[in-house]
């Protein structure tokens, strides 16, 4: 088993991007060894729309790309973040205004939460921002064909 593996995309911000972001992740995670139908890959794939979302509806033309970016630390725990460049960091709105949107981040805390994992936020050095969610991985990895 590999002590640190990693995956990275780069997609443009389309609405279209998010779903293929859903099946990069999806992919990446069945070659880890995590099968497509488990519960936790549906947490994750649900994880990476909502953020992917985020990165294209509220970025306001800011960014014209996000990344999605998975990271597997000796076995044990899974890192999934989406960074894009806008400087703005995401806000909690009071609950009246969240009628028809804005609960991406309470669902991606919640299940964050919910697997034992933390949500975090933090600026890039390009002046954007990276949300990720780190989350316990209980499947053993598989190596990478070469």
């Known amino acids: 088993m ?12 389309d609405p279209a991007s998010v779903s293929a972001a859903r099946r990069y992740v999806a992919g990446v995670l069945a070659d880890w060894g995590l099968p497509p139908d488990a519960e936790a890959a549906d947490t994750v794939r649900l994880i990476v729309s ?23 630390d000796r076995d044990e725990r899974l890192r999934v973040g989406v960074t894009d460049g806008h400087p703005r960091f995401p806000k909690r709105l009071p609950a009246a205004v969240q009628q028809d949107n804005g609960r991406g981040l309470v669902i991606v805390r919640w299940l964050t939460a919910e697997c034992g994992g933390r949500l975090s936020v933090r600026p890039t050095r390009e002046g954007g921002k990276t949300i990720e969610a780190e ?6 990895a598989v190596q990478p064909d070469p």
Do not use: R
Not at 7 to 13: G, Q
Not at 135 to 140: A, F, M, R
């Open 2 to 13: 590999a002590d640190h593996q990693e995956a990275s995309v780069t997609l443009s911000s």
């Open 135 to 140: 989350l316990p991985w209980k499947v053993p």
């Open 50 to 72: 909502e953020l992917a979302t985020n990165a294209v509806q509220h970025t306001l033309g800011m960014s014209p790309t996000f990344t999605v970016d998975l990271v597997l």
